[in-house]
Nanobody, 123 residues
Framework: QVQLVESGGGLVQAGGSLRLSCAAS????????LGWFRQVPGKEREFIAA????????NYADSVKGRFTISRDNAKNMVYLQMNSLKPEDTAIYYC????????????????WGQGTQVTVSS
């Protein structure tokens, strides 16, 4: 059974940094892409970043390019999201998800999701 468990969220001041982690198990190995999304109440889930199975290719939303970095460690079955220069508008629940391709930003193309971790950025 596929399981994704996020951690690392919290409260941070604007301009600060956080590193999110996602522990993957049960079929999220080196053949799949992994992605990060975020969601605020009343809005659709928003694509943030994705990475291919080897870690050699990444895809980012324009809103986070240059500030966020996605990486993965297949030996540890982990995917990470380093978030720098955080803004209040980055406040959301952040989810990791398994997908077939790092190129896709559509939530419907990701089939397994974690439970999410809250990130709150104060101004």
């Amino acid at each position: 059974q596929v399981q994704l468990v996020e951690s690392g969220g919290g409260l941070v001041q604007a301009g600060g940094s956080l590193r999110l982690s996602c522990a993957a198990s049960g079929g999220t190995g080196s053949t799949y892409a992994l992605g990060w999304f975020r969601q605020v109440p009343g809005k659709e889930r928003e694509f943030i970043a994705a990475i291919n199975w080897s870690g050699s290719n990444t895809n980012y939303a324009d809103s986070v390019k240059g500030r966020f970095t996605i990486s993965r460690d297949n030996a540890k079955n982990m995917v990470y999201l380093q978030m720098n220069s955080l803004k209040p508008e980055d406040t959301a629940i952040y989810y990791c998800a398994r997908g077939q391709s790092y190129r896709t930003s559509l939530a419907g193309n990701y089939d397994y999701w974690g439970q999410g971790t809250q990130v709150t950025v104060s101004s």
